[in-house]
């Protein structure tokens, strides 16, 4: 099963949100949970970037790569980020795949690639 | 709202202290009792960030009232990540400035190296949105350094400029005796030499070594008080004339413009509002450098220099000891280290002792309005304040 | 009689070609230089790193009780082909650091002790040994352990050393991991750092003599402190630190 991160937008109003909040910051309503969830889309550009070396204890790798990506639609989004040479406003495209380890859990999330 | 004094301070050294948090707590408690000549106490806050994720303990403000024989005043602990210093501290403001209580206590502290340096790394990471960022292991240089690169692109700011702070700041913090770091280092030892990658490697690119902060123990407190209990305190009149706060995004990719720190300049804004003056009069900053890039931005956030300009005032000297702004004569959290819980009262602290003129090599002449940015998360959550001399 | 006992006892050792001293700037702007030591230097340098055995924190008591067994065994010609480098500023001593020839092409890191702090000299002097046992010595391999996390995390996970567990090192069997030649050449810039030859004066200076630290990592100024801490709520923590404080002494 191919998985996905989900956006959620507001039933009210369209905005989309990722992560998710209570209260939509378009129109705040106050009803609970009137957003609908959308798969977000897997492709955008760098926004910004950085090499991670001193890394948590859970990462041992020598250098963890991290970026900004805003996906096509406006949403932006934080990810690990798998290019040797990243340049900023270059197009990448996102899959969902592990991205820590903690003991007996799996955490999934965003890798970008360049495109 | 009553105006509000400062009648007493004090501060522990900054560095690793075996001793337990309640302690590092109530010793600079002490100190500023002493200092106001006051022990009549109505109500104690503590800042502190760490103490039921790191030091094991809850509660933390019920053990520090009752360790400085203060019971039966009120006590909590104030949690607002880095910022916890400045946000205690306009907790005391508003609580004298109501008329609810006349003397209360604002004591921070922190005890990061009680665990190793992977677990502080982790604990500051929890700053982090749990679902968006924190998985992928983002920690607070990774954000500031995804922050410095846009910097780069769009004003011009290179490792040069971010190396100078690094410069002023830790050797600054060689005037300053409760300073955790207490060594020289040059340009030339961390950029230009041949070895500098080895004496200052990337620890997220762009930011080196030398562009952290150190993890730091340490306490600070300021003792804040009415107009009629300060004139029974024999110590020169500093008012805490303005705060101000604001919020952002928790999640960094969220702010609406990536290269501003909306927050700082509207808590900013807010605090000289209530002050009734504005950036121009400022005579002396304390910013928050946990990444030398976050003195750049905020100088230029608070109004003290135009948007995109901040690096150019520090090649300028504008901002050294002896230069138009002064900003971190302390040795800022760079040189002076980062307690987290105890960092916005060492800035206030630093401010306080500037005002009353008693700062030594490091005074800076005729203060006479002094400021302090304490950055939370990573510019999620802002307090600034200002003080001013009056007598 | 002696003469022939000695001959048993004492390893014969290859003739190993010598490490070529070498200058960096710290940090600070300080220079300090690396370089080889002989048996000559060996009494001063245990008198510098025996008072770092009392020191008990930060693992300093034992690798400064290994490295001053390591030394006196090699003064004695008791282990065979080990070497010593020294990083000196000012000729006052800032690191020892030692290893040995298992074979030819296979080299062994024993200890990296600094003795002045903040300026990442433990980095440039471990960046040394590893320069000595590849480039020089032609090892195809130098096997590595960590007592420290720290040292750990700085050797093992920054330069992905590969494990050799199944090899014991001579350092308590403790898994050990090893620096092969190939990961040497990715991690070269990093490694094989520093200017050669050392100016005049400044060699001169450092061979004149290897004075003690003026500022060596000390013992907690309360050796109960960290356990005190714990469990003493009666205050007299307190009341030492502001001793130490009226007393000016700076807590590390």
Redesign the interface.
Known sequence: MERRIYAYRCRSCGTAHYPFRMRCKGCGNLEFFEFDAEPLPTAGTLLTFTHVHNLPAEYEVERLGLGVVELEGGVRVTGQMDIDRPELGMPVSGSVEVVRHEPYEDYWGLVFRAV | MRSVYVAGIGI??F??????LA?IA??PA?MAMKDAGLTEVEQVYVANMGSGRINHQTGLASAVVD?LSLTPAGAEVIENGPASGASALKQGMLAVGSGMYDVVLVTGAERMR?V????A??FI?TLT?P???Y?????L??HA???T??YM?KYGVTERHLAMVAVKNQNQAMTNAFAH??????I???LD???????????????R??DCCPVSDGGACLILVSEDAMAGVDRPWVRLAGVGQATDTH????RTD?TELTAVRLAAERSFAMAGCGPADVDVAELHDAFTILEIAESEEAGFFGKGEGHLALEQGETCHGGSLPINVSGGLKGRGHPVGATGIAQAHEIVTQLRHEAGARQVDDAAIGFTCNFGGFGNNVVCLTFIKER | MAVDLEKTLRPIDADLPPYPAKWVTLASGDEMVIRQVGRDDVSTLLAHVEPLIHVERDYYDIVAARVYAELLAYHVHRVQDEYVLVAQIDGELAAVVNGRQVKPGLGMSLHTLALRRGLRIGAHAFAAKMEYHIDILGHDEVLVVAESPIGFRRWMIEYQLEERFDTPHELGGVPSYALTRELFERARRKLVVGRRPVPTELLAKAQEAILPPTDPPTAPADLLAATRARYDTTGTAVMMQRRIQEQGVHDA
Do not use: K
């Not at chain 2, 998985?135 to 920690?139: A, E, P, Q, S």
């Open positions: 522990t050294s560095g690793r202290l075996e001793y337990p302690e109530a010793y002490m360790t009680e190793n340096n992977l677990d790394t982790d990471a949105h679902l968006s960022e998985v992928y292991g983002v920690t240089p990774a350094a995804m922050f690169r846009l692109a770091l207490q060594q020289r280092i040059t030339e030892g961390i030499s041949p070895e500098a990658m080895t004496n200052n490697p990337y620890v997220a690119e762009p930011l070594f030398f999640a960094v990719a969220e990536p």
